[in-house]
């Protein structure tokens, strides 16, 4: 028997971690995730070859996060996501707020900009294009803080609140609609705060820690508003399959749990990862400073030493 019209049994037993990471592909993400990493491969094995370096660290985070996607989405988490709603808010938590970071870090967007050819004068290739898209007024506007963290919220309270998630969750196209978006939503809204690709919103480090703070209580509301409800919210959960064994009401509640848990860690690890970009930035700064002293004999020290001397032969007059 299908659930939903794509494929899930409702006659699945209860859910258990094993079962849960058992391999069950869904084509469209897999197909994604296989021709990220291939991409991904070409650029550095492009810049390689080219003797051009790229740091192993990028390649690591940018691998994980597609795993991590591949994790949500090509496992039993996809089948159980779509009849128990606590699984599902795994998925999304981790689609939404982990493996955006992880991709981040990896700089994809560098790496396509330095491994992909320069087109021919008066031509505009695939680095042309992405170049124009990125000074583009749509990039200064999805990226900027009025409109990333207002959707960021919207994509929690507009979508389990109302009949659209209902409505995406019968049928296949607007399942993988879904989540496509919560990947997006959750890589457009940590860009301008701790990727290292360039964009064209990019605030002090002090405001960027504003806007991740800003955005991640609503995630806490949103977990303790499910586990507070004395019924279910969300149709698409209110009936659970019998082979589960599980109460829809209990299952909210978990679901809860993890959207308040989730709040919390990815916030961590982003401003873990702040700290240490703007200890790197004032680190570069600082190594600029002291090559352009090195280049002009440190004129700003002695123009100064001079203002010094000229108070003192004043003060001594």
């Not at 900027?144 to 296949?172: C, K, N, Q, V």
Request: aromatic content about 12%; glycine content about 10%; proline content about 7%.
């Amino acid at each position: 028997m299908d659930h939903s019209g794509h494929g899930t049994a409702t006659d699945l037993p209860p859910f258990t971690l094993g079962r849960g990471l058992e391999f069950s592909p869904d084509p469209f993400f897999l197909t994604g995730c296989v021709l990220a990493l291939l991409l991904y491969g070409w650029g550095v094995l492009r810049l390689r070859r080219r003797g051009d370096s790229w740091q192993s660290g990028r390649t690591v985070f940018f691998v994980t996060g597609v795993l991590t996607v591949a994790l949500a989405m090509c496992t039993g988490l996809n089948d159980y996501g779509m009849v128990m709603f606590s699984v599902h808010m795994v998925q999304h938590m981790i689609i939404s707020m982990v493996s955006p970071i992880l991709l981040l870090l990896g700089a994809p967007v560098t790496l396509a900009l330095r491994a992909l050819p320069v087109a021919g004068r008066g031509r505009k290739g695939p680095r042309e294009l992405l170049l124009a898209l990125l000074h583009s007024r749509y990039m200064k506007v999805v990226t900027h803080p009025a409109f990333t963290i207002p959707m960021f919220i919207a994509s929690l309270y507009g979508l389990y609140f109302t009949p659209l998630f209902d409505f995406l969750m019968e049928s296949r196209p607007g399942h993988i609609a879904m989540m496509v978006h919560f990947l997006a939503v959750g890589l457009i809204f940590f860009w301008p705060i701790m990727g290292v690709d360039p964009g064209p919103h990019r605030p002090g480090y002090v405001m960027r820690m504003l806007e991740l703070f800003a955005g991640m209580p609503f995630h806490a509301f949103f977990g303790i508003a499910l586990m507070m409800a004395s019924a279910p919210m969300v149709e698409a959960y209110d009936s659970p399959p019998a082979s589960l064994g599980i109460d829809a009401l209990a299952d909210q509640s978990a679901a809860g749990g993890i959207a308040w848990a989730f709040s919390e860690i990815p916030s961590v690890l982003v401003l873990i990862a702040l700290v240490f970009q703007w200890y790197r930035s004032d680190q570069r700064q600082a190594r600029r400073e002291d090559r352009a002293a090195d280049r002009d004999g440190d004129k700003e020290l002695e123009a100064y030493n001079a203002y010094l001397a000229s108070l003192h032969t004043r003060g001594g007059s």
